[in-house]
């Protein structure tokens, strides 16, 4: 059995490739081998496979990069280096490319080589994007070293902004160390999208690394909301060139390409005292930025997942009050559920659920939007709130739980906390009825020492129970709001 394979493609031009001599590492779409043309002349071969752990790729996005080759050979585009043919061998499609030297991710660059290698792949970013394309996949493999220049290459994921953004093909597919923000966020690519991998190529031209690394979800936490570090070079326009590449919002970054180049152009060019040292006191103010812009896109992303899991808490309880609603209907048919949203009150911004039967009717009051006025160590809570009964014996109303919505394990669950008053007389104690169990007001249960405790046990004012909140416990409190009566009159103790 020969590693030799021949093949026609579309050109009706015969080729061959040696499965035993692969040009560097096999990418996440194909691998790619020495080759040659009808004439001898050196070439490669990228084989993509069809088949993936996922299913087989649609035949259209395969011939993506035949269509976008056939786009960039019309244009002539002199640092960009596309498939010249291709064929279908029925589980893969062979792409043949002119062979390059090397890839820039296969040796190391000094400082004084590093900006005309970013003049090179700037002006083919330039030449890619005045012809409609978006590479969307710029890393240090997919530059090669050919005649001499660094030429941008492998087109099987760039988008045809012709397509329009109704093409969801490929959203969300990249390298993960060069992804920029919007890309992790699912939005269509622009490009802005491949000036943040330039940026990011850039930085580990210099640094050696990328200036994000980690899996998958530390790669995607650091590209939304860290701050990059400052690209270790000496050239101070360089440095800031580098910096604004790397901004999280679009807006911030170069307009295109071109204004690229016009920034590359200043780079090691002598510069007087004053320009070097306004030159520093801007970038600077541009560090400081990157980093206020990271501080705000951190808080930004804390308080959407805030809102999502207090949403999920919402959902979760709605479920539990319609299940107890459910087993409260076999015996009370009239027995009645109602949901109010958010209003104010003297506390907080509440919402409430209230599960009634005849004249007994149990309350859930939950304190939207609020929290302990300071972090307390090891507390997960997401959302909390209390547990209000009353019946036609007790027509005032009483506290009689709170619920909390918090980590328990690996998981977010409703549970119920019922405290009780311990090691002091009636006349002190001022978190609730003496001698019954009883829920806290809002001030109580979300004052930071109270929540210590409450997470921390150790002997305190009040004592406390926890169990999960299911339709079953809900069922319990509704049955304390239908026995419910008032406390001794003469002793005023439960």
Do not use: C
């Given at each position: 059995m020969t590693d030799e394979v021949t093949f026609t493609g579309q050109s009706r031009k015969t080729w061959r490739y040696w499965e035993n001599k692969p040009l560097g590492m096999p990418?996440?779409?194909?691998?790619?081998?020495?080759a040659e043309g009808p004439d001898g002349s050196p070439m490669a071969v990228k084989v993509v496979k069809k088949q993936r752990p996922s299913g087989v790729l649609?035949?259209?996005?395969?011939?993506?990069?035949?269509?976008?080759?056939?786009?960039?050979?019309?244009?002539?585009?002199g640092m960009l280096l596309p498939a010249i043919d291709a064929a279908d061998a029925g589980d893969a499609l062979l792409l043949v490319m002119p062979r390059a030297q090397r890839a820039l991710a296969s040796g190391s660059m000094a400082e004084g080589e590093v900006v005309p290698a970013l003049v090179d792949i700037a002006t083919g970013l330039q030449e890619l994007h005045s012809i409609g394309i978006?590479?969307?996949?710029?890393?240090?493999?997919?530059?090669?070293?050919?005649n001499e220049r660094w030429k941008l290459a492998d087109f099987g994921i760039a988008r045809d902004q012709e397509i329009g953004t109704q093409d969801p093909t490929f959203v969300g597919w990249g390298s993960f160390s060069y992804m920029a923000p919007e890309l992790w966020e699912l939005k269509s690519p622009t490009v802005k999208s491949d000036l943040y991998a330039l940026g990011c190529l850039a930085f580990e031209l210099l640094a050696g690394t990328p200036p994000f690394t980690g899996d998958q979800a530390a790669l995607r936490a650091a590209h939304l909301t860290q701050a990059p570090p400052e690209a270790s070079c000496s050239d101070i326009v360089l440095k800031n060139l580098i910096g604004r590449l790397l901004a999280k919002r679009p807006q911030d970054r170069p307009q295109d390409a071109r204004a690229v180049l016009d920034?590359?152009?200043?780079?090691?060019?002598?510069?007087?005292?004053?320009?070097?040292?306004?030159?520093r006191g801007l970038g600077a103010h541009a560090i400081e930025r990157a980093r206020s812009d990271s501080e705000r896109s951190l808080a930004e992303a804390a308080e959407d997942a805030r809102r999502q899991q207090a949403a999920q808490a919402k959902a979760d309880l709605r479920e539990i009050m319609n299940d107890a609603l459910s087993d409260l209907r076999a015996v009370e048919p009239d027995a009645a559920l109602e949901e109010r949203g958010t209003a104010g009150n003297s506390f907080a911004a509440v919402s409430s659920f209230s599960l009634t039967a005849g004249e007994v009717r149990l309350r859930v009051d939950l304190w939207e939007g609020m929290t302990t006025s300071q972090p307390v160590p090891g507390d997960t809570m997401v959302l909390a709130g209390c547990v209000v009964i009353t019946n036609p014996s007790y027509s005032k109303e009483l506290n009689s739980?709170?619920?909390?919505?918090?980590?328990?394990?690996?998981?977010?669950?409703?549970?119920?906390?019922?405290?009780?008053?311990?090691?002091?007389?009636?006349?002190?104690?001022t978190f609730g009825p003496y001698g019954r169990t009883h829920g806290l007001r809002h001030g109580g249960f979300l004052d930071p020492q109270q929540r210590y405790f409450m997470l921390h046990p150790a002997l305190h004012v009040w004592s406390k129970t926890v169990e999960t909140l299911t339709a079953e416990t809900l069922?319990?409190?509704?049955?304390?709001?239908?026995?419910?009566?008032?406390?001794?009159?003469?002793?005023?103790?439960?």
């Open positions: 990418g996440g779409f194909g691998g790619v081998y020495e649609d035949d259209r996005l395969l011939h993506r990069e035949i269509h976008i080759g056939q786009r960039v050979g019309e244009s002539g585009g978006i590479h969307r996949d710029l890393k240090p493999a997919n530059v090669l070293r050919h920034r590359l152009s200043r780079v090691l060019v002598a510069r007087s005292p004053v320009q070097e040292s306004i030159a739980a709170n619920v909390v919505y918090e980590q328990v394990g690996d998981r977010l669950v409703w549970q119920i906390y019922k405290f009780r008053s311990s090691m002091v007389p009636p006349d002190r104690y069922l319990e409190l509704f049955k304390e709001a239908v026995d419910l009566r008032p406390p001794d009159p003469r002793t005023g103790l439960w």
